[in-house]
């Protein structure tokens, strides 16, 4: 599987996720950051239910939550209704317990039309302590920098 499988999505902006001045409003970015990551796990083979933990009989399924720790956004121009945009994903492990993922959107014409950046730490979901990362994400992570190596050369 080539890594800009699960690096580099497509996304249609919907009515839906306008204002009524016809532009994206700006929560709907780090929504989209937030599912382009899931969809990008999913399609290079982790589940979510591996990832994000559920409550099933008042006990969690995972022992490790990766909440966000770190947010930002940036818009360089109007995101409207129709825009097909390309979702470039850029993660970085930080260390052992926490990494980040940039996001750029594009229009299809290579502009860029905004950018995020979502940052997570691993949490031992029964100590409330920080953690090292779970083992599949630290697979992504890895194929990713080795994808980011290959892309510079």
């Not at 989209?32 to 008042?58: Q, R, T, V």
């Not at 014409?109 to 950046?117: C, G, H, I, R, T």
Request: charge should be neutral.
């Amino acid at each position: 599987m080539k890594s800009t499988d699960w690096l580099c999505l497509q996304r249609i902006v919907r009515f839906g996720d306008t204002d009524a001045a016809g532009v994206i409003h700006f929560h709907h970015l780090m929504r989209w950051c937030h599912e382009s990551w899931e969809e990008s796990m999913n399609i290079y083979g982790i589940k979510a239910l591996d990832i994000f933990p559920s409550i099933i009989d008042n006990k969690s399924t995972l022992s490790t939550a990766l909440p966000i720790v770190h947010c930002e956004a940036d818009f360089f121009s109007p995101i409207r209704v129709g825009d097909d945009l390309s979702v470039k994903l850029v993660p970085t492990k930080i260390n052992l317990r926490s990494f980040e993922v940039k996001y750029i959107f594009q229009l299809r014409q290579d502009k860029n039309v905004a950018s995020a950046l979502i940052r997570h730490f691993a949490i031992n979901t029964a100590l409330s302590q920080t953690c090292n990362l779970p083992k599949a994400i630290d697979r992504w992570l890895e194929a990713s920098s080795l994808n980011q190596v290959i892309s510079s050369l």
